[in-house]
């Protein structure tokens, strides 16, 4: 028994510094100005690790971490719990896979939930193998219970990071550091679409390319709500049209994607054949090299962790 707690309490401590290190990360990329952002972690059925309000997240340490219940009530710690610490809840209360939280303002992708600009798919191989479509939960005031329940909507199974407009960005997983990198990945995707647009713009994969990345994707083990929803396009964001009660974001700083039909629907394209015996299929020197990299990313990540 005392070895349990003492075993727990070490884990805990575990936590806290990793919440500081993502804190460090968050802040260093520059998408926490001041005290913005928060960062969470569950430890617990009714217990949940947070950062504190009105601290940089590039200087924390253990000490001054939150715990929380899954109401928001604080139950320890020396410092205030963040007001958004509801949202984190919402999340890990609808979604009890996920343990880890990170919500901050990066530039990019928080210029996107500002212009509503809808982050368009099928263009960069990474993004459609580890996010996917990128909600746009609707602006509310920040802090009270009518925020953290504007994500509540966009919270399929497959979703791993969303847009909060006219605000940032909120990621989440099984681990902090995997939370942490969704942010990564969407700001630095957003960066590169806004780069490509002053270049000219952007060019849609084929239908063909694009299912090729799904497909990998399903081998892979990761999920998408193109997965579970027949009737959305295979690159039009449109897997969360039942959630949007204003109207869905349309683009219009970029084209708008290709119609193709849906990943569970009989693909459009008939030549060159997807080679009925699909394994041919899955082997083309490209695929190959992108499931190689990819591979390698993750295990990396597993290894670090
Ligand atoms: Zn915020």
């Not at 899954?70 to 020396?78: F, N, R, S």
């Not at 939930?113 to 996917?132: K, S």
């Not at 791993?160 to 990621?171: F, K, P, R």
Request: proline share 8%; net charge neutral.
């Amino acid at each position: 028994m005392v070895t349990n707690q003492w075993n727990m309490r070490l884990q805990e401590q575990k936590i806290k510094e990793q919440i500081c290190e993502i804190g460090r990360r968050v802040y260093n990329k520059g998408f926490a100005a001041a005290n913005d952002g928060n960062i969470s972690y569950r430890i617990g059925e009714n217990a949940v690790l947070c950062s504190p309000t009105m601290i940089c997240k590039g200087f924390m340490t253990p000490d001054d971490i939150c715990t929380v219940d899954l109401d928001g009530k604080q139950l320890a710690g020396k410092r205030k719990r963040t007001s958004e610490i509801l949202l984190h809840l919402a999340i890990m209360k609808a979604r009890p896979d996920v343990k880890a939280v990170v919500h901050c303002h990066p530039p990019h992708a928080t210029a996107f939930g500002i212009a509503r600009e809808p982050i368009p798919q099928c263009i960069l191989p990474e993004i459609e193998v580890f996010l996917g479509e990128i909600p746009f939960a609707p602006y509310e005031t920040p802090g009270g219970l009518p925020f953290a329940d504007t994500v509540l909507p966009f919270l399929k199974p497959g979703t791993n990071a969303m847009i909060l407009t006219n605000h940032g960005t909120v990621s989440f997983g099984e681990e902090l550091e995997q939370a942490y990198w969704r942010t990564e990945i969407v700001d630095a995707y957003c960066r590169i679409l806004i780069l490509a647009k002053q270049l000219g713009g952007v060019t849609y994969l084929n239908e063909q390319k694009s299912r090729e990345l799904l497909d990998l994707k399903k081998r892979l083990g990761f999920d998408d709500p193109r997965f579970h929803v027949e009737d959305c396009d295979l690159c039009g964001n449109t897997a969360f049209r039942d959630g949007y009660k204003e109207a869905l974001p349309a683009p219009k700083a970029f084209d708008a994607p290709p119609v193709f039909p849906a990943y569970l629907k009989p693909a459009a394209y008939s030549s060159p054949a997807p080679v009925a015996s699909a394994p041919a299929a899955a082997t083309s020197p490209d695929l190959e090299m992108l499931v190689r990299a990819i591979t390698e990313q993750v295990l990396a990540a597993i290894n670090k962790s």
